[in-house]
Nanobody, 118 residues
Framework: QVQLVESGGGLVQAGGSLRLSCAASGRTFSSYAIGWFRQAPGKEREFVAV????????RYADSVKGRFTISRDNARNTVYLQMNSLKPEDTAVYYC???????????WGQGTQVTVSS
């Protein structure tokens, strides 16, 4: 199955930006929608955004609308999450995963830490 690896996390001040990358190893990467999720300590994993396999359809959690942008470059086997106007409440480990149904994801990566300070 496809293997996913997240990168790009780090420590930023509130109002700053980061771009996360989700790199896939599989040849069939472009056949799947890819989602971003996040999990803060002591909290449930939370949906952030998803992009269709074509890159034309996207959906975002209300908490990140207008601030985050998900996109994909199938030629590079990579999905991106551009995170602008970051807030301390965005602090979490961010994961990407492959959509196998409209609600079920698999092939979770190991995550990348995003920390937003005040």
């Amino acid at each position: 199955q496809v293997q996913l690896v997240e990168s790009g996390g780090g420590l930023v001040q509130a109002g700053g930006s980061l771009r996360l990358s989700c790199a896939a190893s599989g040849r069939t990467f472009s056949s799947y929608a890819i989602g971003w999720f996040r999990q803060a300590p002591g909290k449930e994993r939370e949906f952030v955004a998803v992009v269709s396999w074509t890159g034309t359809n996207t959906r975002y959690a209300d908490s990140v609308k207008g601030r985050f942008t998900i996109s994909r470059d199938n030629a590079r086997n990579t999905v991106y999450l551009q995170m602008n106007s970051l807030k301390p409440e965005d602090t979490a480990v961010y994961y990407c995963a492959r959509a196998v149904t409209s609600t079920q994801y698999d092939n979770w990566g190991q995550g990348t830490q995003v920390t937003v300070s005040s």
